[in-house]
């Protein structure tokens, strides 16, 4: 194997990913990564000769991505609010979409808080680290019931130098026992109904199950949280959930049964929507 020039390899690549949207994007992503380089390095010196062991290398990771593993499981990492975040499979790709309910949050929510907010489900540590890093002064509690992921989030707070996150293993609200009352609880809970044909995708089949569904109908975690938040929120709290784009109207009405007030939507970067929130006041 010869050396061959860095836009000859994206070219090469980029037919190989045809089918994957954004497939430029992609191979330079995954070219960007194996030289420790940024991609407007790549735009710059589109005739740098590569050797062919990163060509080897390469081909394997395209390979990869064909057969459907995510772009953020190979490399590892994701962008996420403002900054990377370490990635692994044992924990959900963070979404642009959630950056979302991060803004509302953000815009709801005073810059002082006299009690913790907490999310719930956290995964890679996305939505925590996110209020984390724009409000210092507020203090987070994150939990999951994944041990694994758990040291996911732990690794991205200690990369980002995030100190105001406590992290908790456990189911919902079971490490929030003795935790006193909270300003506020959100959560992007597992939302995608066990029939759903997307789940047979094959990225999607590469992420946790338990992160992307929570039972037949996609409403399972929602009842649990909605149920639950009531007993752990300060009197005019505020419950944030991410859902489904087809399930506003079924959270509403939860909502409304179980006595919040104040409901807000709020829709995603495909105006769809996305985040719902309200207030439980007693």
């Known amino acids: 194997m010869s050396k061959v020039s860095i836009q000859t390899l994206l070219n090469r690549y980029t037919q190989i990913l045809s089918e994957i949207p954004d497939a430029y994007f992609e191979v330079e992503c995954l070219l960007a990564h194996l030289l420790t380089v940024d991609r407007l390095f790549l735009k710059k010196n589109p ?11 390469l081909n394997q990771q395209v ?4 057969a459907g593993k995510p772009l953020a499981y190979i490399i590892g990492k994701k962008a996420f609010w403002t900054f990377q975040l370490t990635v692994t499979p044992a924990v959900l790709v963070p979404r642009a979409d959630t950056e979302c309910l991060v803004e509302m949050i953000l815009q709801t929510l005073p810059e002082r808080l006299p009690h913790p907010v907490v999310d ?3 995964g890679s540590g996305a939505i925590a680290l996110a209020l984390a890093t724009e409000r210092p002064l507020w203090k987070i509690i994150a939990t999951d019931l994944s041990k694994d992921a758990l040291l996911v989030a732990k690794k991205n707070a200690h990369n980002l130098s995030i100190t105001n996150i406590d992290f908790y293993e456990g189911s919902w609200f079971e490490p929030l026992k003795e935790k006193g009352l909270f300003s506020a609880i959100v959560s992007n809970p597992p939302y995608i109904p066990e029939s759903d044909p997307h789940l047979l995708h094959p990225s999607l089949q590469m992420e946790p ?3 992307l569904c929570s ?9 649990k949280i909605i149920e639950g938040s009531k007993q752990h929120l300060v009197n005019n709290g505020l419950l944030c959930l ?3 784009h087809d399930q506003s109207m079924a959270l509403s009405a939860l909502l409304k049964k179980q006595g919040y007030v104040n409901q807000q939507q709020f829709v995603d970067l495909g105006n769809n929507p996305r985040v719902v929130t309200a207030r439980w006041c007693f």
Request: aromatic share 6%.
């Open 215 to 223: 039972g037949k109908s996609g409403l399972e975690a929602f009842i």
């Open 242 to 244: 991410e859902h489904g």
């Open 63 to 66: 390979l990869e991505r064909k």
């Open 120 to 122: 719930l489900g956290t």
């Open 47 to 57: 005739d740098i000769l590569i050797e062919p062991s990163v060509q080897k290398t």
């Open 209 to 211: 199950y338990s992160a």
